[in-house]
């Protein structure tokens, strides 16, 4: 009787045990170099893109903006820092907002930008000169400009989109026409 009782005992044990390892953790599936056109929707929960862009047009740039795009919960939560004077880190000013935004919002067309923009992906290889860089984990994706008129008119598109969802900053100051 006393081996059927330890039995039963160790065998309730094990089940409870199999029970609480059920969790598994859910592995994104976002691929930066292939998904970036359709992050908001292809992004896995919690699955961050940080981007750094060169305002200026000067290299190497005095002013950065940085963005921080986490998914959570369907939503797209964006963290925007504007750094000037970034080589004198010891005054530099930095302003941040967060903007939290639907997966399938249709008004912040930050994805089509990339996209319409994916050329850019291809003009230099130098690194350095890079204008917008996304970084997803170990996955880094880089868009250039061919000269300062050309770097302007993508700034431009770049601040016309931004100001959809930080419109009260005065980064992006006026939204301008851009005319070919």
Not at 135 to 160: G, M, P
Request: proline share 3%; aromatic share 10%.
């Amino acid at each position: 009787m006393k081996l059927v009782s330890s039995v039963l005992i160790l065998l309730i044990l094990s089940m409870s045990c199999n029970q609480n390892t059920s969790d598994k953790t859910v592995v994104s599936q976002f691929d930066l170099l292939k998904d970036y056109p359709d992050f908001q929707t292809k992004m896995g929960e919690k699955d961050t893109i940080n981007i750094w862009v060169a305002i200026p047009t000067c290299f190497p740039p005095i002013s950065v903006e940085k963005l921080n795009i986490t998914k959570k919960d369907k939503s797209i939560t964006v963290v925007t820092t504007y750094i000037d004077d970034i080589q004198n880190l010891e005054r530099f000013a930095e302003q941040s907002f967060v903007t939290t935004v639907s997966e399938n919002d249709t008004v912040w067309k930050f994805g089509k930008l990339l996209s319409d923009n994916s050329f850019r992906t291809k003009i230099n290889s130098n690194k350095k000169r890079a204008v917008i860089r996304l970084t997803y984990k170990s996955q880094k994706l880089y868009f250039f400009t061919k000269d300062i008129a050309d770097h302007n008119r993508f700034i431009l598109e770049y601040t016309n989109t931004m100001k959809k969802i930080n419109p009260k900053t005065r980064m992006y100051v006026e939204e301008i026409e851009i005319i070919d």
